[in-house]
C-alpha cells in the first residue's frame, strides 16, 4: 500500500466496508459461470485507504476492497470518481498497485461525470454492475440515482425478459439532512432546501419538515421518515425491487448515515439482509471497543448509553406524508 495517510475513520465507517467486503465477492459469485464481465462504479472512492480511529491501523477504503475481491476473476471494469484535485493521484497510486486491472478514476463531480463514464461503458451493460455511492454529507444528486437505474435498461434483446439495473449501495447522510432542515426554520437556508430538493430529486421531503416543525412527530420519526423517502422513491421513481436501509450510530449512539441497498436481484436481496443481520449483532461490541479506545481504559459494558440495538430486520418502506 502506498505510504500516504489516509483519513481517520469512525468505527462505523469499519462496519459499513466490512459489509461492502462481505457483499462483493458474493455480488460476483451469484453471477458465476453465467457471465464473464462485472463493473464497479465507485462515485466517491475517497484516497484507497484509511485509518481506524479504534486501532490506529491503516485498513483499505472501498477502492481496493473492490480490487482485492477474488471470486470468478473479479470485477474487470473499475470506475471510480473523485474530486479533481484527487482523481489524479488515485489512478496513479491503483494503477502502480494493480497494473493489469481495467481502472479509471473521473476527476470533478461525480454528479456531472457519472454521464460520460455510463456511456463510455454502454457496450457492456449487460454486464453485472454494482455501484458504491459514500459521499462524505449531501453531496449525492438524485440525478445520479436516475441515470444509474436507467443504464441497464434495454440490454436483454427479448422483450418482456427480466432486466437487472445496476445495483446500488448509497450512504444516505441522516445527521447531516436533520442538522440541515433545522428545527428552527429562520436557520434552514434556500440553499439547504436545495441541497435536500437535489437528494431526494423532489421536494417531497417538505410535508416531514413541517410535521417536525409543527411538533407533529418527534425527531427520530422525522429521521425514519426522510430514510423511508429515500426507499419510497428507489422503488415507486427507479422501479428497483427492493431496499434496505441500516443504520450507523457513533459511539454516543447518535445516528450519523443509513446505508440504503436498492436491488431488483432475489439473491441480492437475501444476502444483504444476512450481512445487515450479521452487522446489527457484531456492533455493540465493536462500538463498545471503540469506546474504550476513546477513554483509554475498559468501560464497564455500555455503562452509560443505552445500546439496545433491535438488530436488524427487513421492513417494507410506506407511503410518505403529503
Ligand atoms: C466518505 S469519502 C469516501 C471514502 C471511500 N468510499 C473509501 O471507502 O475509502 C467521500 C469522498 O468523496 C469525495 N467527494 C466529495 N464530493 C464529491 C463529488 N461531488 N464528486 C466526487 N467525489 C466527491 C471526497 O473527496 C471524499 O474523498
Redesign the pocket.
Known sequence: MSGQAG?SWGYW?EVK?AILQGYLPAFLRASKGKVNKFVYL?????????ISRVTGQSFP???R?ALDVDVAGGFTKLRY???EE?AQELEQRLRSDYPDRDIKVYG????ETIATALSELRSVRWAPTFA?L???GM?LAWETLKLLAAHKIGYKKRPGSAEYKVEIWL?FPTQGLIRMLALDPSKVMPPHENAATRLFGSDAWRPIYERRRNNKCTAADAKEEYVNLMRWRLIKELHYAKTHAFELKNTRGGTVYHMIFATDNAAGDRIMGDLYRSAAKAIPEMRQEARDRQRGQPALPFDDVDFADAGYQYEPPWQPPE
Open positions: 483519513r465507517t466496508l465507485d462515485a466517491f472512492a475517497g484516497e484507497g485507504h484509511g477504503g472501498s477502492a476492497i470518481f473523485e474530486k484527487k470533478g463531480d461525480c454528479n458504491f459514500d459521499p462524505d453531496e450512504l
